[in-house]
């Protein structure tokens, strides 16, 4: 069983930076790839970024890649995915996602409720 709890969404400036974290509770974290998804205002969750159990791969959305970077620490049992350059476009709810489907799988899966934990997200609001 792996819980997980968001921080760091809140209001920023477009061009500005935020830094979201996800903290994860259980002794199988190492395990799991995580990533994260948003869901915006009207729409469908979308895949945003994920990383293997090691942290060698990486993968992100195209409309993130070259803005966003995910990390993680399994000393700590945390994820972190930090936001540049952010767009209006970005403003959505961020929910932490854990799975052990293999990080490079993710952008095909069926979204948020495909994985097999997430959180209960956090709001990244940006203003133009």
């Known amino acids: 069983q792996v819980q997980l709890v968001e921080s760091g969404g809140g209001l920023v400036q477009a061009g500005g930076s935020l830094r979201l974290s996800c903290a994860a509770s259980g002794r199988t974290f190492s395990t799991y790839a995580m990533g994260w998804f948003r869901q915006a205002p009207g729409k469908e969750h979308e895949f945003v970024a994920s990383i293997s159990w090691s942290g060698a791969y990486r993968a992100y959305a195209d409309s993130v890649k070259g803005r966003f970077t995910i990390s993680r620490d399994n000393a700590k049992n945390t994820v972190t995915l930090q936001m540049n350059s952010l767009k209006p476009e970005d403003t959505a709810v961020y929910y932490c996602?854990?799975?052990?489907?293999?990080?490079?799988?993710?952008?095909?899966?069926?979204?948020?409720?495909?994985?097999?934990?997430w959180g209960k997200g956090t709001l990244v609001t940006v203003s133009s």
């Open positions: 996602a854990a799975d052990r489907r293999p990080a490079s799988n993710w952008h095909d899966s069926a979204g948020l409720y495909d994985m097999d934990y």
